[in-house]
């Protein structure tokens, strides 16, 4: 085995954990890690694919906590979205948007681990879930970040981490398989992101099972902090990034 799938297993190992962890985050956690063996236009189709792996495998053990009348306005909002921010990639800045909600992530998660609590919001109902899901929807389609708004939203609400997961979970679920159909009709799942696939597989199961196991032991204020550290981590890389393209 070469450096190339030893690379591919560490990155599965790391983005399974804090997916079964958290019920998101595999391409925060294995895209940097991947992304000094393989080139984006493979790393992107295979976080797209491991993530889907294990949103799939944890699926089950969240389902007694999906309230479906909760998590649909959220998912339809998500897939009108998706392609409104596809039409508008064209006129966006990349880096200058990557900028601007990584600063946000970073200033709210950090307010939000200092004070030990988040706000709570009990206003608007599903019509602002779903409006949460659009947005996720819009920024999933500029740049594939679907995930952390509803995640926040779903953080503000006063949920239990349950109830919070059952939410972002099946929206991710829906989200990456919409993304993997549409990277499959553009010919993006080639022989080589299937071989790669098939080397993260294992990896990315196990380590999903451990982190999912993980999460079984985590009050739900520990659970919260897990999720905004992980966020913040995200602003952080999404900020470091944009500069680095500037």
């Not at 993530?51 to 089950?60: A, C, D, G, M, T």
């Not at 966006?92 to 706000?119: D, N, Q």
Request: proline share 4%; charged share 10%.
């Amino acid at each position: 085995m070469g450096l190339i799938e030893l690379t591919i297993l560490a990155g599965a190992l790391a983005g399974g954990f804090v997916s079964g962890l958290t019920g998101f985050g595999t391409g925060i956690s294995a895209l940097a890690i991947w992304l000094t063996a393989v080139e984006p236009v493979i790393a992107g189709p295979l976080v797209v694919v491991c993530s889907l792996i294990s949103q799939v495998q944890n699926l089950p053990s969240i389902w007694h906590a999906i309230s479906w009348p909760r998590v649909l306005p959220f998912v339809i909002g998500g897939i009108i979205g998706i392609p409104l921010g596809t039409l508008a990639l064209p006129h966006v800045s990349m880096a200058g948007f990557k900028l601007g909600v990584g600063t946000i992530l970073i200033v709210y998660c950090s307010i939000t681990l200092f004070r030990r609590a988040a706000p709570k919001v009990t206003w608007g109902g599903n019509w602002a879930n779903g409006v949460v899901g659009l947005g996720g929807g819009v920024l999933g389609g500029l740049a594939g970040l679907s995930g952390p708004l509803p995640t926040i939203w779903a953080t503000l609400r006063g949920w239990t981490k349950d109830e919070k997961r059952g939410v972002y979970q099946a929206y991710n679920t829906a989200m990456l398989a919409l993304a993997l159909a549409s990277q499959a009709i553009g010919g993006f799942m080639t022989m080589e992101v299937g071989r790669l696939c098939l080397i993260a597989f294992p990896a990315t199961v196990a380590a999903s099972w451990i982190g999912r196991r993980v999460y079984d032991r985590l009050g739900d204020g520990l659970f919260n902090r897990v999720v905004m550290t992980l966020l913040l981590f995200s602003g952080i890389s999404l900020v470091v990034t944009a500069l680095w393209q500037e």
